[in-house]
């Protein structure tokens, strides 16, 4: 099976932001994706589980519409990294605080950046956490649970 990945660059976040009001608009995740282990380079593919992937960036709006994909990681690059330098956060920001995302434990807090909580003390905030968890799209590894062939 062949899989064709491509980053959606709609500058209009991805179609979702421009027609939001405001608040929570989608999600971002990464899930690693089972490959042959390359010939060159091939320990930077090697994820912390050992296993050998390529990590992917999806992010998907609030009707779980994949808007972005970016598959050009290495097993061993930390969501939080491919984040960091992908144009999400870029277009996310120019919303000056009218539109946020929901992501997972593995992404830093920001201001557009919604995570749960690591150990909730409350019962605010671990009905935050279920709240989150529920509302959440988290793509996983069996949504791609197909080995990558190299062409």
Not at 13 to 31: K, L, R, Y
Not at 37 to 53: A, H, I, L
Not at 70 to 92: K, M
Request: glycine residues 10%.
């Amino acid at each position: 099976m062949a899989f064709f990945l491509r980053y959606v660059s709609d500058q209009g976040f991805q179609s979702g932001v421009a027609n939001t009001a405001g608040g929570v608009i989608g999600a971002i995740d990464c899930t690693h994706v089972h490959i042959m282990k390359p010939s060159e380079f091939g320990d930077e593919y090697v994820n912390r589980k050992g296993k050998t992937t390529i990590n992917i960036q999806m992010t998907c709006d609030a009707n779980e519409k994949i808007t972005s994909v970016d598959a050009q990681w290495p097993g061993s690059v930390h969501d939080g990294r491919i984040l960091r330098v992908s144009g999400i956060q870029d277009v996310v920001r120019r919303y000056d605080g009218g539109v946020c995302l929901l992501g997972d434990s593995g992404y830093g807090i920001t201001p557009w950046l919604l995570t749960p909580f690591d150990e909730p003390r409350n019962a605010r905030e671990r009905n935050y956490n279920s709240t989150h968890a529920q509302e959440s799209f988290w793509p996983d590894e069996t949504s791609f649970s197909h080995t990558l062939e190299p062409s």
